[in-house]
């Protein structure tokens, strides 16, 4: 399994919760064989997680930069907790970034969660290599998680959508994407397709720093924290449309 060179840049500090011992065991096993990687805090259920990540806990034990969060917990699930550890960000210690881990059964509540602060989603079932992947990307804050499975899942979680443009116009973010110019639409367009910052530049030939840069005026003008949450909007507001 290839890494990437961790040199002297710290390891990504990540959090594991789920209420299934073994699963964190598996989990914990991939990701510390990862030179860049650690894995720094263990949760059985949402509670836990909330008290091991309050801002205070980390302060003292240091911080983590991504949580790897099931859905479906005991005491508290992972949806309340990742609207709790994200609520309760400083600008001294920003929130860690939450990959929900989900399987199609539990669709509601992965959009939910996303709505709720959390960066992206990973299949339960997905290889080691994508959820390695996973958690490096969500980390750099630079692509959407898994861009083969993401449009599936976005097509098969976006149920609600509008029927017609009266009705897209009535969405509370309808105003926010009527802002973007056309080049903004056409690169929200390809994201939510699941295209990267770097397929993106090759589709529109534009430079990569070029596509960067739009992203970022876009995530502004839609009030997204990432790319997640914008292609969501896009989504949601009819902008794109499963299968087109």
Do not use: C, W
Request: a negative charge; zero cysteines; proline letters at 7%.
């Amino acid at each position: 399994m290839s890494t990437p060179s961790s040199g002297t840049v710290p390891p990504v500090r990540v959090a594991l919760v789920d209420d299934q011992q073994l699963v964190r065991a598996g989990f914990r096993m991939v990701i510390d064989s990862q030179p860049d990687l650690e894995v720094v805090v263990e949760a059985g259920d949402g509670a836990q997680a909330v008290r091991a990540l309050d801002p205070a806990a980390r302060t003292a034990t240091g911080p983590v930069d991504v949580v790897l969060m099931d859905v479906r917990m005991p005491a508290m699930d992972g949806l309340e907790a990742t609207e709790r550890i994200v609520a309760r960000a400083t600008p001294e210690l920003p929130a860690p970034k939450v990959i929900v881990l989900t399987t199609f059964d539990l669709d509601e509540y992965v959009l939910a969660a996303i709505r709720a602060g959390a960066s992206g989603f990973l299949l339960k079932d997905a290889p080691p290599e994508e959820m390695l992947a996973a958690i490096r990307t969500v980390h750099r804050g630079d692509a959407v998680i898994a861009p083969s499975s993401t449009r599936r899942l976005l097509e098969h979680l976006v149920t609600a959508l509008p029927e017609d443009e009266a009705a897209a116009a009535e969405h509370p973010a309808h105003q926010a994407v009527a802002q973007l110019t056309d080049r903004e639409r056409e690169v929200l367009v390809l994201m939510a397709r699941g295209r990267s910052n770097t397929e993106i530049g090759q589709d529109l030939y534009v430079a990569e720093a070029t596509v960067k840069t739009h992203v970022g005026r876009i995530l502004a003008k839609l009030g997204a924290r990432d790319r997640v949450q914008a292609v969501v909007t896009a989504y949601e507001t009819g902008l794109v449309r499963p299968g087109a």
